[in-house]
């Protein structure tokens, strides 16, 4: 095709041609090698998403029988490496990051990895807050979910300060941390509360309904058109 775009006798059509042919891809309709290249990072990127997620699941799946573990990712559409862990010591969100061999550093609600500052405290009570509001929902009384931010990596972690409320550890002592919580929840308590988190219609928001249309002015008797307030 390309060939028919310049005639010796004729006008050069090229730029017309790549005017016309879709962003990132050359004139023949073929994508870009830069485009081709960002696809196998991405690709890759993804695999390597998926393992972690897997090699996280696996981690809290061997907390011990009084625990129940469920994927936030497959439930209710939360990010990758997010999972719901019941059992004795409680409900936690936990979310798990692999900083790798960088350093991480805490400062409160600031954590600091390579020069950046990810809002890894703020995921978690986001987690967290998303499984509360579901469960609590769904349950018709307040059910507290405590948020957990596990680092799956090998480098050093320094503490200045940790945040309030957000249960800091490593992704090899996450076990012994969660079980060190003690025993708030009885066994039939944690085995409902998975029940709950492990229906889907736990994390299907509600359609809003205005306040107008949920007030009746008038009994089904009076809709005939009897005699209204």
Same mark, same amino acid.
């Given at each position: 095709?390309?060939?028919?775009?310049?005639?010796?006798?004729?006008?050069?059509?090229?730029?017309?041609?790549?005017?016309?042919?879709?962003?990132?891809?050359?004139?023949?309709?073929?994508?870009?090698?830069?485009?081709?290249?960002?696809?196998?990072?991405?690709?890759?990127?993804?695999?390597?998403?998926?393992?972690? $997620?897997?090699?996280?699941?696996?981690?809290?799946?061997?907390?011990?029988?009084?625990?129940?573990?469920?994927?936030?990712?497959?439930?209710?559409?939360?990010?990758?490496?997010?999972?719901?862990?019941?059992?004795?010591?409680?409900?936690?969100?936990?979310?798990?990051?692999? $900083?790798?061999?960088?350093?991480?550093?805490?400062?409160?609600?600031?954590?600091?990895?390579?020069?950046?500052?990810?809002?890894?405290?703020?995921?978690?009570?986001?987690?967290?807050?998303?499984?509360?509001?579901?469960?609590?929902?769904?349950?018709?009384?307040?059910?507290?979910?405590?948020?957990?931010?596990?680092?799956?990596?090998?480098?050093?972690?320094?503490?200045?300060?940790?945040?309030?409320?957000?249960?800091?550890?490593?992704?090899?002592?996450?076990?012994?941390?969660?079980?060190?919580?003690? $025993?708030?929840?009885?066994?039939?308590?944690?085995?409902?509360?998975?029940?709950?988190?492990?229906?889907?219609?736990?994390?299907?928001?509600?359609?809003?309904?205005?306040?107008?249309?949920?007030?009746?002015?008038?009994?089904?008797?009076?809709?005939?058109?009897?005699?209204?307030?």
């Amino acid at each position: 095709m390309a060939s028919f775009l310049h005639a010796a006798d004729g006008p050069d059509l090229r730029p017309l041609a790549e005017e016309y042919a879709p962003a990132g891809t050359l004139g023949d309709g073929r994508p870009s090698a830069l485009d081709w290249i960002r696809g196998r990072l991405a690709e890759r990127e993804s695999r390597r998403v998926e393992a972690a $997620h897997y090699r996280a699941a696996q981690r809290l799946a061997s907390l011990g029988d009084n625990w129940r573990v469920l994927d936030l990712q497959a439930a209710a559409g939360s990010d990758p490496l997010s999972f719901l862990a019941v059992g004795p010591g409680g409900i936690f969100a936990v979310v798990v990051r692999d $900083h790798g061999r960088s350093r991480v550093s805490f400062a409160g609600d600031v954590v600091q990895v390579d020069g950046r500052r990810p809002k890894y405290v703020q995921q978690a009570r986001a987690v967290a807050k998303v499984a509360a509001t579901a469960l609590s929902r769904i349950a018709g009384v307040i059910i507290p979910v405590m948020p957990v931010l596990a680092f799956a990596g090998t480098g050093r972690i320094s503490v200045y300060g940790l945040p309030k409320g957000v249960i800091i550890s490593s992704y090899q002592e996450l076990g012994r941390v969660l079980n060190a919580r003690g $025993h708030r929840l009885a066994g039939e308590t944690v085995d409902k509360v998975y029940a709950l988190a492990a229906d889907p219609h736990t994390w299907i928001n509600p359609p809003y309904v205005p306040l107008a249309e949920r007030y009746r002015w008038y009994s089904d008797s009076d809709e005939g058109g009897g005699k209204r307030p």
